[in-house]
């Protein structure tokens, strides 16, 4: 199912996001803190996953985005990015029975291709297995990028149209069905854990009219009592969507 742009379809504003997406940051910088190596931030990071995964289930929220390996963190060093490969196989291979017995649907978005098989094979496995669940759909972004995003929707565009024979109009509604999350509404928040305060290339054209969050707080330590702080701060706001508060 796709959905039109918040700039032709303004949505029903609810005291709880219907879609929230986290840039989950810090991790790194929460293990240092503490005179650890940076892989004990991202083992930690996955216990607030969990606990983020089910205060949101908790509240109502509908669907949640976490973005956890962009397009950039190959750049990382090399050990690094092994040890997140394996926690992500570890947390493959761990939740998904927890999420399916909690109603929870799990999506992953990105450029897969560049995983491994097993990671592959595990993910179409979750996918499959949590496909009927609707009690939340829990999105991951791994591999993924705005940037991309934009590019291999229009790329499936043209190649739809191609096939079609002849020129079709595009507008806003054709082009957001070939997004990676096109079976999902526009995020209405956005939280920023670890104190930097950018998107960093994370849902570009999603993020259009949605409401940003930053918080100083490192991921590991995002809890309760941190997300209730961020809803608090978006039922505060007048969301406009372009048009005056009157």
């Known amino acids: ?125 979750g996918e499959a297995q949590t496909a009927g669940n609707t009690r939340m759909t829990l999105t991951i972004a791994a591999n993924y990028g705005g940037r991309w995003d934009i590019l291999q929707a229009a790329r499936q565009l043209v190649a739809q149209t191609m096939a079609d024979g002849h020129p079709a109009p595009v507008d806003e509604s054709s082009f957001a069905q070939h997004l990676a999350m096109a079976f999902a509404p526009e995020p209405d928040l956005l939280i920023r854990t670890g104190g930097e305060q950018r998107v960093s290339n994370f849902l570009l054209w999603q993020l259009a009219y949605t409401e940003l969050y930053f918080t100083d707080t490192f991921w590991p330590d995002f809890d309760d009592a941190a997300l209730d702080a961020a809803l608090a701060s978006y039922r505060a706001r007048e969301r406009r969507f372009g048009r005056t508060g009157a």
């Not at 949505?11 to 997406?21: E, L, T, Y």
């Open 1 to 125: 199912m796709s959905h039109t742009s918040s700039t032709l379809h303004v949505p029903d504003v609810a005291a709880v996001p219907r879609h929230i997406a986290i840039i989950m940051d810090g991790n790194g910088r929460w293990a240092t803190q503490r005179k650890l190596p940076r892989v004990a931030g991202h083992t930690k990071g996955i216990e607030a996953v969990r606990a983020v995964v089910k205060a949101c289930a908790r509240r109502g929220v509908e669907y949640l985005t976490l973005f956890a390996f962009s397009s950039e963190n190959w750049r990382r060093p090399s050990d690094e990015v092994s040890f997140l490969m394996r926690l992500f196989v570890s947390a493959l291979e761990r939740e998904t029975a927890r999420l399916h017995k909690n109603g929870i649907r799990l999506r992953v978005v990105g450029d897969l291709s560049m995983f491994d098989a097993r990671i592959q094979a595990l993910v179409r496995r």
